[in-house]
């Protein structure tokens, strides 16, 4: 698939299925662990002295990568004509992440279905990396985009 450089605000008509692109950038922290351990995972082990089932510490949990997904995409999407999330599919968890660990996401465009001459829906794949390359998640979305709006024409008399 042809890499593309990242680009604010792509309309549906932008889309060409086969670009990917990458984007952010999620440092994990042992506060940010112990907090989301706190509060949503409280049965993965979470001391130094407990060094989890790879020998590196506490890890973050599934759904802590999750979150640093969505928000990755949401900084990277904010200025998308974004009509609606229509869902996810084919969730994966391939590597544990730990304390120190670096997050980028791939975005690859997979397909687009054209809905009217307002909007569009484009299936996409995002892959987490962690800083050598290796997969974290993976996930499908659906997302309802808008197309861009047709010039309106400023001289009358046109």
């Not at 979470?46 to 802590?64: C, D, F, I, N, Y």
């Not at 990755?72 to 998308?80: A, K, Q």
């Amino acid at each position: 698939m042809a890499e593309v450089a990242r680009t604010p605000g792509w309309w549906f008509d932008d889309i060409i299925v086969g670009r990917t692109y990458e984007f952010g950038a999620a440092r994990v922290t042992a506060d940010d662990i112990a907090l989301f351990h706190e509060r949503f995972a409280p049965h993965l082990p979470l001391k130094a002295s407990e060094p989890g089932r790879e020998g590196r510490g506490p890890r973050a949990a599934e759904s802590h990568i999750y979150a640093l997904w969505r928000r990755m995409l949401f900084d990277e999407t904010r200025e998308w004509p974004i009509l609606q999330r229509l869902g996810q599919d084919a969730l994966r968890y391939y590597r544990a992440v730990y304390a120190g660990d670096e997050l980028t996401v791939r975005l690859a465009f997979l397909a687009t279905e054209d809905r009217n001459d307002r909007e569009g829906v484009l299936v996409a794949s995002h892959e987490v990396m962690d800083v050598d390359g290796l997969l974290v998640m993976s996930v499908m979305t659906r997302t309802l985009l808008a197309k861009r709006p047709k010039a309106i024409n400023a001289d009358p008399g046109l």
